[in-house]
């Protein structure tokens, strides 16, 4: 996340003479950021590969998470970011990719594994409570910053497929939809005929179809952030 704050900075002298310091200034100020983290450091450097498990336990992970969250945020601030919304974990026991390497039944009886989904639901509770105390912090400057819940509406549609139009929801539509992800989903992998029919695209990250339906669910929550 440092990095990208790295990034931004290497971007804002880019546009500069363009647009000028004030130009920037105005840009920045206007523009909406939106934060997504927290998913991989848990599926992939917690469960999957135990490296933190080793430093942290669950409560002490959350915490450690929390705190890069808002010191990016701090570091957005710093940079003339006003407008910034924060997603929240999605219901990390129902990603394909934890049920196959968290269940005894890898490829039969594939459901929602509650002790994942549980930790992703605390940590969002916290990061609200975050965000709430550096809303009310900031708010004199007119900063906006709010969470933004993507676990509801994915959810939902894991629970309620039908009502969305969905045939699978425990397997991606990329190759076996187990595993793959990232570089393991490639022009050379094997895809399901209609992935509208899919919530998940590959073994973690949802279909066009889904981020279209969290979209939806969250943009009362966008207006907010960006209006005035």
């Avoid at 990095?3 to 880019?14: H, N, S």
């Avoid at 959350?62 to 945020?73: A, D, G, H, T, Y």
């Avoid at 997603?87 to 002790?115: A, H, K, W, Y």
Wanted: one cysteine or more.
């Amino acid at each position: 996340m440092s990095k990208q704050l790295d990034y931004f900075r290497e971007y804002k002298k880019k546009i500069e003479p363009a647009i000028g310091n004030q130009g920037i200034e105005n840009h920045i100020n206007n523009a909406l950021f939106v934060i997504s983290a927290g998913t991989n450091d848990f599926v992939v450097n917690y469960y999957t590969v135990p490296v933190r498990r080793q430093s942290y336990n669950v409560s002490s992970y959350q915490q450690f998470l929390l705190q890069k969250v808002k010191e990016f945020i701090q570091g957005l601030w710093d940079e003339g970011a006003r407008k910034i919304g924060v997603s929240g974990l999605p219901p990390m026991g129902c990603l394909p990719i934890v049920d196959t390497f968290s269940s005894n039944n890898t490829f039969t009886n594939r459901s929602c594994i509650e002790q994942y989904s549980s930790v992703a639901r605390d940590y969002n509770q916290m990061l609200q409570t975050e965000l709430d105390e550096m809303q009310q912090s900031s708010a004199n400057h007119g900063a906006k910053i709010y969470y933004v819940d993507i676990y509801g509406p994915l959810f939902d549609m894991v629970q309620y497929p039908k009502k969305y139009g969905y045939e699978e929801v425990n397997v991606g539509c990329c190759g076996s939809g187990y595993v793959e992800t990232s570089i393991l989903c490639n022009q050379a992998s094997t895809v399901c005929t209609d992935a509208s029919k899919y919530v998940f695209w590959d073994a973690i990250h949802p279909t066009e179809m889904a981020y279209n339906v969290v979209f939806q669910d969250i943009r009362s929550t966008i207006d907010v952030i960006t209006s005035g």
